[in-house]
């Protein structure tokens, strides 16, 4: 343990209370974290670190044409007067300023390593050489013209601009993410011409609205491309409120491999994934067999991105292909929008696309302003030591008579000319050469240019509307330096649709197509054994329970199961857990209450028709895919009543149907009285004075009825031996044969 500090008794010793130290100095550390460091200034669209590194670049004269510098002396002139942090902070920054797959409009120009899309790390700073690009030597111009406020640095010993004078629509253009305390940022990149074609308009209409604007900037323009997939109206919303996200795919395209293969290739991968990071992930998940219509995945890529995806056959389709893929990686990803920026340097502000562009022309009207100031208070100057050159040649004997013999001949030449101070240290310092002929004229030229200069400066600080049309001047050069003609310029991001690929299908495409045995027991608990299983009596069971319903099945089919509220529920097999253990309960798949119980569970397999029934023997004949239920809460088919409940199904398969009593009475009658429906009650089937109905069959009169004994044993009666308990629906009938099932049952399952 380190040596502890005891205070003196007699010291200066303060209480404060540990909450207010601890608000105090958790604020303190917010606001810093919100100022300098996560947020951008809505002016310039940096942090200061970036713009720390700019100006650092700009000391140590890095400008476009400029011979490269190593990094580490970037790093370290920016570390020692600027941005007393970690080196590896300035040097990560200056990376991704670098990188053209994280900037859209790289603000350095980096020779070395600076890393790759594959998430690779750059070079240490001691092999890396940067300078700027045009885009920063545009962020920057003016800097030295007193066009921004400056302020003194970490230590006192220097000055650092507090914003840039940003002649170029960085904050939009480049975006910008960052994580403070209580607060975030995200700001996509968007394309430079569109944003300035945007601005433009603004100049114009300074009412128009976000919305207006769309028409300028369709939406983000990332430098890794790929197509956004989100409705014009969704984009609108996200601008006009300042937050939302962009729904980003990668693009891709089918190439023909010939015998009618094909493969597909990938071209574009969204914005900020890392593409070695994604094929492990595509590989991770077809080895856990998650891709079913996909064989392989390869990287063939070089300096351009390409991914090439094999299908699993030469049949399936590659727009299904794909939707599985963006549904499971991020071959589609959401780049949130949160246009959170510090306005006018100071307020974090959620602003619009409109604010954040109007903030940008006010400040480039600031700067303008600032500039044409400074400019004049130059021309003053030089025109007022002009003045004192046109009087020393116009006197020159004179003048070097006094400066030949006055011990001090300053206030001398002050006196007799009536000079100034600026004119007097002028003519003093001025050399011997300039004294030939030809520079009185020389001076007087000078002295006109310098004057028209000077009014049409008066004339621009006095009118708003020529300040406006010269910021407009300016705009247009930057979107002509970067229009949709040059290579940096043009749009890379596009934007489509999702094709209206049936999501039953991609779903079904997504699930290896496998024979399973659902097995279903009397409490409820659902699993689905590999295989058709045909013996089931090694299959175990918790205890007090046992099998109930059995059905062979395969992973892409829909299990219908109808219980005894009278509604169907549907459960896709690919999600039963597998035949390990005993299963989970079917109620963890439906939203089934409580006191309900299942009266039948089978495969759907559509085109069937079913005759249902509830214990007071009413009922209707339904289609099967009528019964599919699109919810968990499931599909209400047979309307029952408190009392009453659903209790009987069989699929239609005959002209006759057999209803029979818990009273044992059994009653056949021609299935054509039955209605077919929807939903409903039904209608009255057999009639009861005690119990109700017990079990529904169909049949032919050709075959006759069958049912099956306690034993499994199959029994037959012809119709001329079943005349005694022919009939019409809604009669009571008569006794059931000789020999019938105790538990009134048929024993015929769906």
């Given at each position: 343990m380190g040596k502890q500090t005891i205070p003196p008794e007699k010291g200066d010793v303060q209480e404060i209370a540990?909450?207010?130290?601890?608000?105090?100095?958790?604020?303190?550390?917010?606001?810093?974290?919100?100022?300098?460091?996560?947020?951008p200034d809505a002016r310039d669209g940096l942090k200061p670190v970036h713009r720390r590194i700019l100006y650092g670049m700009r000391l140590l004269r890095l400008d476009p044409g400029a011979t490269f510098k190593k990094s580490a002396k970037i790093v370290g002139d920016v570390m020692g007067n600027f941005?007393?942090?970690?080196?590896?902070?300035?040097?990560?920054?200056?990376?991704?300023?670098?990188?053209?797959?994280?900037?859209?409009?790289?603000?350095?120009?980096?020779?070395?390593?600076?890393?790759?899309?594959?998430?690779?790390?750059?070079?240490?700073?001691?092999?890396?050489?940067?300078?700027?690009?045009?885009?920063?030597?545009?962020?920057?111009?003016?800097?030295?013209?007193?066009?921004?406020?400056?302020?003194?640095?970490?230590?006192?010993?220097?000055?650092?601009?507090?914003?840039?004078?940003?002649?170029?629509?960085?904050?939009?253009?480049?975006?910008?993410?960052?994580?403070?305390?209580?607060?975030?940022?995200?700001?996509?990149?968007?394309?430079?011409?569109?944003?300035?074609?945007?601005?433009?308009?603004?100049?114009?209409?300074?009412?128009?609205?976000?919305?207006?604007?769309?028409?300028?900037?369709?939406?983000?323009d990332f430098p890794t491309g790929g197509i956004v997939v989100d409705s014009p109206e969704t984009i609108a919303e996200a601008y006009a409120t300042g937050r939302g996200s962009f729904r980003v795919r990668a693009r891709w395209k089918e190439e023909d491999t010939g015998r009618g293969?094909?493969?597909?290739?990938?071209?574009?991968?969204?914005?900020?994934?890392?593409?070695?990071?994604?094929?492990?992930?595509?590989?991770?998940?077809?080895?856990?067999?998650?891709?079913?219509?996909?064989?392989?995945?390869?990287?063939?890529?070089?300096?351009?991105v390409r991914l090439v995806i094999e299908p699993r056959a030469r049949t399936v389709d590659s727009a299904v292909l794909m939707e599985s893929?963006?549904?499971?990686?991020?071959?589609?990803?959401?780049?949130?929008?949160?246009?959170?920026?510090?306005?006018?340097?100071?307020?974090?502000?959620?602003?619009?696309?409109?604010?954040?562009?109007?903030?940008?022309?006010?400040?480039?009207?600031?700067?303008?302003?600032r500039r044409s100031n400074f400019r004049l208070k130059q021309i003053d100057h030089r025109l007022e030591v002009l003045g004192g050159y046109l009087i020393a040649y116009l006197n020159i004997d004179k003048v070097i008579k006094i400066i030949r013999t006055q011990d001090e001949p300053k206030p001398v030449l002050m006196r007799t000319f009536k000079l100034t101070d600026v004119q007097a240290d002028a003519i003093l310092n001025m050399r011997l050469r300039n004294l030939r002929k030809l520079e009185e004229m020389e001076i007087k030229q000078e002295d006109k240019s310098l004057r028209e200069e000077r009014k049409g400066l008066k004339a621009l600080l006095g009118s708003e509307a020529q300040q406006w049309k010269k910021v407009s001047d300016e705009i247009k050069a930057v979107r002509e330096a970067f229009g949709p003609k040059t290579e940096l310029g043009k749009r890379r991001t596009t934007f489509g649709t999702v094709a209206e690929h049936a999501v039953a299908a991609v779903e079904e495409a997504m699930v290896v197509r496998e024979p399973i045995t659902v097995v279903v027991s009397e409490k409820?608990?659902?699993?689905?054994?590999?295989?058709?299983?045909?013996?089931?009596?090694?299959?175990?069971?918790?205890?007090?329970?046992?099998?109930?319903?059995?059905?062979?099945?395969?992973?892409?089919?829909?299990?219908?199961?109808?219980?005894?509220?009278?509604?169907?529920?549907?459960?896709?097999?690919?999600?039963?857990?597998?035949?390990?253990?005993?299963?989970?309960?079917?109620?963890?798949?439906?939203?089934?209450?409580?006191?309900?119980?299942?009266?039948?569970?089978?495969a759907h397999q559509g085109g069937r028709k079913f005759l249902v029934g509830s214990q007071t023997g009413r009922g209707f004949i339904v289609s099967e895919d009528e019964c599919v239920a699109n919810t968990r809460k499931g599909k209400q088919i047979l309307n029952v009543k408190d009392k009453d409940g659903a209790c009987a199904i069989t699929t239609v398969d005959g002209e006759l149907a057999a209803a029979i009593g818990e009273n044992r009475k059994m009653v056949i009658f021609k299935l054509e009285q039955v209605p077919e429906m929807t939903r409903g009650a039904g209608v009255r089937l057999q009639r009861y004075k005690d119990g109700g109905l017990s079990d529904l069959i169909t049949f032919t009169a050709k075959d006759g009825l069958t049912w099956l004994d306690g034993a499994g044993r199959a029994f037959s009666m012809p119709m001329k031996e079943l005349s005694d308990w022919r009939g019409n629906r809604s009669d009571a009938g008569r006794l059931a044969p000789k020999g019938f099932p105790k538990n009134n049952k048929f024993g015929k399952t769906l």
């Open positions: 540990l909450r207010e130290a601890l608000e105090e100095r958790y604020l303190a550390y917010a606001l810093s974290t919100i100022m300098h460091r996560a947020l941005h007393p942090h970690g080196d590896q902070a300035i040097y990560d920054a200056l990376v991704r300023l670098a990188q053209d797959f994280s900037s859209r409009y790289p603000l350095v120009d980096g020779q070395g390593n600076f890393g790759n899309i594959d998430g690779d790390n750059a070079a240490a700073y001691r092999y890396t050489e940067a300078r700027m690009t045009e885009v920063a030597r545009l962020l920057l111009d003016g800097i030295d013209e007193d066009s921004v406020e400056f302020r003194p640095n970490y230590d006192g010993l220097s000055e650092e601009p507090v914003v840039l004078p940003g002649a170029f629509p960085n904050l939009l253009a480049n975006g910008s993410q960052g994580i403070a305390v209580g607060m975030a940022t995200s700001i996509p990149p968007h394309n430079a011409a569109e944003l300035c074609d945007a601005a433009l308009f603004l100049i114009s209409n300074p009412n128009a609205r976000s919305r207006t604007l769309m028409k300028f900037v369709p939406g983000p293969t094909y493969q597909i290739v990938v071209t574009q991968i969204p914005y900020l994934v890392q593409k070695s990071r994604l094929v492990e992930k595509i590989a991770e998940l077809l080895n856990e067999r998650k891709l079913p219509l996909v064989a392989d995945i390869r990287d063939e890529s070089a300096e351009d893929l963006f549904k499971l990686t991020e071959l589609e990803t959401r780049i949130p929008l949160n246009m959170n920026v510090l306005v006018k340097g100071r307020v974090p502000t959620v602003v619009g696309l409109a604010e954040a562009l109007r903030e940008w022309l006010d400040h480039r009207r600031d700067v303008l302003v409820g608990w659902v699993r689905a054994l590999r295989g058709h299983v045909s013996d089931l009596s090694g299959v175990a069971f918790k205890t007090d329970d046992a099998l109930k319903f059995s059905f062979p099945a395969e992973t892409t089919t829909k299990c219908l199961i109808f219980a005894t509220n009278g509604r169907f529920y549907t459960v896709d097999a690919s999600k039963l857990p597998g035949g390990r253990g005993h299963g989970e309960p079917l109620r963890l798949f439906i939203d089934m209450e409580q006191d309900v119980d299942i009266i039948a569970a089978f």
